[in-house]
């Protein structure tokens, strides 16, 4: 039986699955607002109706233009809504994705290898990247609407 490791689950999530996890966590996919770099979601994060939670589909980033204004990883995401472990959001997200869980390696909160914790530092490192360049896109985008307004 061949085993996953969390990075290879994170990077073999398909657009299709990450629809059908925040679905199962309330949240509605804006389709039509759909492009090749993202998908919009309602935001879930904090129980809002409003279409500002965005998943990355470069960065297998969530990112939340609302009320958070942070990036999220799809577990990240899994235990804010659901108030769940580390651990108990991979297997949430196996079960909603149809992934047997015996093929993941475990990972146990606390028991970590050091490489394992150099990834994670990387990711939140891509995930601040990520946040700084989402922030000067919109200001760009609002000094454009300013500017086609005449109100600068």
């Known amino acids: ?5 969390l990075k290879q689950l994170k990077n073999n999530i398909s657009d299709i699955n990450v629809k059908k996890i925040v679905i199962s966590l309330g949240g509605i996919v ?3 607002e759909e492009t090749e770099k993202y998908i919009i979601f309602s ?3 904090h129980n809002s109706s409003s279409h500002k939670l965005y998943w990355y589909k470069d960065s297998k980033q969530f990112f939340c233009f609302s009320r958070c204004n942070r990036a999220y990883s799809i577990f990240d995401l899994v235990m804010k809504v659901k108030k769940i472990s580390f651990s ?8 909603v994705c149809n992934i047997e869980t015996h093929e993941i390696e475990r990972y146990t909160e ?3 290898s050091i490489v394992e914790m150099i990834e994670a530092q990387n990711y939140r490192q891509i995930s601040q990247t990520n946040y700084v360049q989402a922030k ?3 200001q760009g985008h609002y000094s454009a609407l300013l500017k086609a307004l005449n109100k600068y």
């Open 1 to 5: 039986m061949k085993k996953i490791n």
């Open 110 to 112: 606390g028991k970590v």
């Open 30 to 32: 804006y389709d039509k």
């Open 43 to 45: 935001s879930v994060c």
């Open 136 to 138: 000067v896109s919109a």
């Open 88 to 95: 108990d959001s991979i297997k949430y997200v196996c079960t």
